[in-house]
């Protein structure tokens, strides 16, 4: 069920100190407030400013003052979010964003480390980034959109919002007559997640009011399923060896080569290989069966070659 904010705020138990994620948007802003209240002198600040539109400034200026008035501690970082060929601006932003809390929360031992890094992305949030998902194709791991809580960099993470609706965010301040900085960039229909909120979710309202839990179940399932296809690669890749024998692979049932090769690319050659490639180098394993058979194919951002009885990939 979605929850209401201050019931979502009452669930929630994080490890102190922590350090809220401002934007300066009205969710964010919703979350320092209430956190402020609860755990005081326990709660830090910490902006990002990417410098990317005109509007960084007034974002800035909104949180210097709203912290000001909170007596909460504000540390503001500047990064260049510029993206990679291939990467997607908001992708970039974010991995910028990620990197720069964790420099902050270093910065940031005294009078006690911080503990958690908090943000506020909330129900909406969630819907869309499963469409979003869905939209590329993506597989269970994708499905399974933002996790809730989870650990890096020493730091515990935590989206306490995620079950609560944008709606009930904006209320939430409203009631206490607060305000926030609208980011002129959450307008622009030329970014798929914005047409998603303002075109999609409003249809889907009407056609499921309970789309938000559902959603969410969906999300949930995927993320439960998705732990178990991690579980069964670690078992399938100690069997099969690194790198992969190519006889061992093929004693594997067609999916399980597919999530095992998919993981090995990943945890050790930090790329994703197209259900394209895949399905090639799958067809490649099949028919390995005699010394004189190469493979050479593009996988990801290199290439998978036969290196004697096992599987290589270099780029
Ligand atoms: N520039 C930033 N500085 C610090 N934290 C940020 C910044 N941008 C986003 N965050 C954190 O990441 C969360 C998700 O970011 P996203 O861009 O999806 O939302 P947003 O529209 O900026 O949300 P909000 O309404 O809180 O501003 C935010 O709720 C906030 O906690």
């Given at each position: 069920m979605t929850q209401s904010f201050d019931a979502a705020m009452r669930a929630f138990a994080p490890r102190?100190?922590?350090?809220v994620g401002l934007s300066g948007g009205a969710d964010s802003t919703a979350l320092l407030l209430a956190c402020a209240e609860r755990w005081p002198g326990q709660v830090h600040a910490f902006h990002v400013h990417h410098g990317l539109q005109a509007a960084a400034d007034g974002f800035e200026q909104h949180c210097q003052a709203l912290c000001a008035r909170l007596n909460v501690p504000l540390s503001v970082r500047r990064v260049d979010a510029r993206h990679a060929p291939g990467q997607s601006p908001e992708d970039a932003a974010r991995q910028a964003r990620y990197k720069a809390f964790e420099a902050l929360a270093l910065v940031n031992q005294v009078p006690e480390a911080i503990k958690t890094i908090v943000l506020a992305q909330h129900a909406d949030d969630q819907v869309e980034t499963l469409l979003l998902a869905l939209s590329r194709g993506a597989g269970v791991a994708g499905l399974a959109a933002m996790p809730a809580q989870w650990q890096r960099g020493g730091l515990h993470w935590s989206r306490p919002l995620l079950r609560v609706s944008g709606d009930a965010v904006r209320a939430w301040l409203r009631a206490r007559g607060e305000s926030w900085v609208e980011d002129p960039s959450?307008?622009?229909e030329r970014y798929t997640r914005n047409r998603i909120r303002w075109q999609l979710l409003p249809v889907l309202q009407q056609a499921f009011p309970h789309f938000r839990d559902t959603f969410a179940r969906s999300c949930m399932h995927?993320?439960?399923?998705?732990?178990?296809?991690?579980?069964?690669?670690?078992?399938d890749l100690a069997a099969v060896g690194q790198p992969p024998r190519i006889a061992a692979l093929r004693a594997l049932?067609?999916?399980?080569?597919?999530?095992v090769l998919r993981h090995w690319l990943r945890i050790r050659h930090s790329t994703t290989p197209s259900a394209a490639q895949l399905d090639a180098l799958l067809q490649q394993i099949a028919a390995c069966t005699t010394r004189g058979h190469r493979i050479y194919l593009k996988v990801g951002n290199g290439h998978a070659v036969r290196e004697g009885e096992a599987?290589?990939?270099y780029n």
């Open positions: 102190l100190p922590l350090a959450n307008t622009d995927a993320a439960q399923a998705n732990e178990l296809l991690q579980e069964l690669a670690e078992a049932s067609r999916a399980r080569q597919a999530n599987l290589g990939w």
